[in-house]
């Protein structure tokens, strides 16, 4: 049974993989479940075992991505710290650095941020995914109200504004970056970038 568990896992995964491609190539609107059912070398019985239709992919393609992101994000909340911007740094810098070793998470993202129009059947996606994001937001901010706490940030600013400000600023370095991986060292790059930008928010001398 366990074996069985772990083949429909790995074929659901496989699936997911195949749908990146085929809805980058083709758009998710003209893609087609026979497209990524041949694309994942599966029956198109196999997509329709894990999958109603081609929505359901795309947003377990999203929630692939966001889970273990907000998770990871979750972690260093887990215990109190003294350096929260510095633990946030680190981070951000760490999230960049893994990026550039995961071929699979930059089309992932590739997908989502450059190669997506949320119109017509995705509309009702985006609101999802709306929503997922303002978890993520909610999740950075709780780094920002420990930092104003500790004094290490202006109290002037609220914690949803430092949040949106960063939000900015990695979103860009990400559109940067996957638009011409090739032409941007994301690795050297990553840690001067976030030493700026975090360098740059800090009211102490910490």
């Known amino acids: 049974m366990r074996?069985?568990?772990?083949?429909?896992?790995?074929?659901?995964?496989?699936?997911?993989?195949?749908?990146?491609?085929?809805?980058?190539?083709?758009?998710?609107?003209?893609?087609?479940?026979?497209?990524?059912?041949?694309?994942?070398?599966?029956?198109?019985?196999?997509?329709?075992?894990?999958?109603?239709?081609?929505?359901?992919?795309?947003?377990?393609?999203?929630?692939?991505?966001?889970?273990?992101?907000?998770?990871?994000?979750?972690?260093?909340?887990?215990?109190?710290?003294?350096?929260?911007?510095?633990?946030?740094?680190?981070?951000?810098?760490?999230?960049?650095?893994?990026?550039?070793?995961?071929?699979?998470?930059?089309?992932?993202?590739?997908?989502?941020?450059?190669?997506?129009?949320?119109?017509?059947d995705l509309k009702c996606s985006q609101e999802k995914h709306t929503t997922a994001k303002y978890d993520k937001i909610q999740a950075f901010s709780a780094y920002y109200k420990r930092a104003i706490k500790l004094g290490q940030l202006s109290a002037d600013i609220t914690p949803e504004d430092y949040t949106l400000a960063m939000n900015c600023f990695m979103r860009g370095i990400l559109s940067e970056y996957l638009e011409a991986p090739e032409a941007f060292d994301i690795t050297t790059k990553a840690p001067i970038l976030m030493k700026i930008y975090f360098g740059g928010l800090r009211t102490d001398n910490v």
Request: charged share 30%; hydrophobic share 40%; proline share 3%.
């Open 3 to 120: 074996r069985t568990k772990e083949d429909a896992e790995l074929t659901k995964q496989t699936i997911l993989k195949a749908a990146v491609d085929v809805f980058t190539e083709r758009g998710v609107a003209k893609a087609s479940l026979e497209e990524i059912a041949r694309k994942a070398d599966v029956t198109r019985g196999a997509v329709y075992w894990h999958f109603k239709n081609k929505m359901e992919i795309f947003d377990a393609l999203h929630e692939n991505l966001h889970t273990p992101f907000i998770e990871r994000i979750m972690e260093g909340l887990e215990a109190e710290h003294p350096n929260p911007v510095g633990q946030l740094q680190e981070l951000c810098t760490n999230i960049f650095l893994d990026l550039d070793q995961d071929e699979q998470l930059r089309k992932t993202l590739t997908l989502f941020m450059l190669k997506c129009d949320y119109s017509g």
